[in-house]
């Protein structure tokens, strides 16, 4: 089993910046990628950042290219996301999610979300 906890959510006004933070433990050796998702009240559950574990590679959904910016720290089992330009809708509780398998689009393990909202 892996645990996920995310961190670092919070309140911000249009354009500020937040970082938020996932910490993985339990049994972690398996890692084949992470990614945030965001769902907003009413919403489905949206892509928003995936990393490989080994490569380091990155994919962003369209609506936060060349805002966000997702990293890793894979000696210490811990993703992070940098917003920066934030706008109103980016509100949202952000997940953390991992993947084991590299065969499949299915996340194994999830976070319980971190609440982010920004302001006008």
């Known amino acids: 089993q892996v645990q996920l906890g995310e961190s670092g959510g919070g309140s911000v006004q249009a354009g500020g910046s937040l970082k938020l933070s996932c910490a993985a433990s339990?049994?972690?050796?398996?890692?084949?990628?992470m990614a945030w998702f965001r769902q907003a009240a009413g919403e489905e559950r949206e892509f928003v950042a995936e990393?490989?574990?080994?490569?380091?590679?990155?994919s962003y959904g369209d609506s936060v290219k060349e805002r966000f910016a997702i990293s890793r720290d894979a000696a210490e089992n811990r993703m992070s996301l940098q917003m920066n330009s934030l706008k109103p809708e980016d509100t949202a509780v952000y997940y953390c999610?991992?993947?084991?398998?590299?065969?499949?689009?299915?996340?194994?393990?999830w976070g319980q979300g971190t609440q982010v909202t920004v302001s006008s």
């Open positions: 990393i490989r574990w080994n490569s380091g590679s990155t």
């Open positions: 999610a991992l993947k084991t398998n590299a065969y499949t689009s299915r996340y194994d393990y």
């Open positions: 339990g049994r972690t050796f398996g890692i084949y990628a």
